[in-house]
């Protein structure tokens, strides 16, 4: 029994030794190299004539932002993030005081809490604009993924739906806003509202443009199933249900979620434009706000916005591909 133990841990320890060798292969000094070298030498390249560029342009409210002056920015508004907080946590320190004095001298007192409502800051903002395009994008997807396998299994079905993709698909969301913020009024009308009426327009109007990309997508990956599948399903009888689970859906998830990755890309582009004219408090009013003010650092934070939005756009595509990897079966289909 002992000597079976020891061989097991030699076994185990063995496989951990080759598993080491594997990473220290990986990160070898050369690899990293032909991995790092190239970004680093692209960014490099950007930033310097981003520089020479900004130094030739003058606009109305003065030299355009260069990369020094952008990171200024970053710092004034990281300055600004930790003095907001420490606002908040100074109003809920003196709300908890006054409480604990009125319960000192009345243990029957009704104590009152309320919320902080300062003005939300530019990391705030960054998350209202995450949490807006995640509902219009679980929203919209909600409908596309259905929608499409319906499509993609019954060519009728496609042909009555095609001409209503193709008329709205390329509709823009400026043109949708309108109609969802009259919709919206004119419906919600809760007293007591969950959702805020500028993030239920912004959501919605996200859905609609974020749509269509994933209902084609899995139309088409549906309908280009392999007909030895289908004929495999047909003799082994089995229900609408489970041939959807079994057969139609591993076999249409690359072209899914080819679908799904544009959908969020094109949801994370439209919220701009949506928050801009909604008002709601996310990314887009940032930028429109900090446009209206004109002051001397308006481009500069302008400028810290674009850059936030475009690396955030990265990594919920990074997101959606790694999701991909774990959820395709097909793996060659994923793009490193």
């Known amino acids: 029994m002992a000597d079976a133990i020891a061989s097991e841990r030699g076994a185990e320890t063995l496989a951990l030794d080759q598993r080491f060798e594997q990473i220290i292969e990986r990160i070898h000094p050369q690899r990293l190299v032909k991995a790092l ?29 260069g990369p020094v002056q952008v990171w200024q920015q970053v710092e004034g508004l990281a300055a600004e993030h930790q003095r907001a907080r ?13 409480n604990a004095k009125k319960r000192a001298a009345n243990p029957d007192a009704t104590v009152k809490w309320r919320d902080y409502t300062g003005k939300p800051v530019f990391l705030d903002q960054v998350q209202t604009s995450l ?11 909600l409908v ?4 499409g396998i319906v499509c993609g299994l019954s060519s009728g079905v496609y042909r009555a739906v ?3 993709i193709q008329t709205f698909k390329p509709v823009s969301p400026l043109a949708w806003l309108p109609l969802v913020t009259m919709v919206v009024s004119a419906t919600y009308t809760s007293t ?8 239920l327009t912004s959501a919605i109007t996200v859905a609609l443009c974020c749509l269509w990309p994933t209902l084609i997508n ?10 030895d599948l289908v004929n495999a399903s047909r003799v082994m009888s089995l229900s609408p249900m489970l041939h959807v689970r079994k057969i139609v859906l591993p076999a249409a998830m690359p072209m899914i979620f080819t679908g799904l990755r544009l959908s969020l890309a094109t949801g994370w582009m439209v919220l701009i434009a949506a928050e801009m004219l909604a008002q709601n ?9 900090e446009f209206q003010n004109g002051s001397s650092d308006s481009l500069g934070r302008i400028m810290v916005a674009v850059l936030v939005i475009g690396f955030i756009g990265f990594l919920l595509d990074r997101l959606m591909l790694a999701l991909q990897g774990r959820f395709n079966w097909d793996k060659q289909a994923v793009l490193r």
């Open 144 to 147: 596309a993924i259905p929608l």
């Open 281 to 289: 408090p996310g990314l887009g009013k940032f930028v429109w706000d």
């Open 86 to 98: 420490d606002k908040e946590a100074a109003f809920y320190q003196r709300q908890e005081d006054r």
């Open 218 to 227: 899995t139309t088409v990956g549906v309908a280009g199933i392999d007909r």
């Open 131 to 141: 949490v807006t395009v995640a509902a219009g994008f679980v929203l919209a997807n």
């Open 192 to 199: 007591e509202p969950l959702f805020d009426k500028s993030f």
């Open 37 to 65: 070298l190239p970004p680093l030498l692209g960014i490099c390249v950007f930033l310097g004539l981003w520089q020479a560029a900004a130094e030739r342009i003058d606009t109305s409210l003065g030299q355009f932002p």
């Open 162 to 164: 095609n001409p209503i």
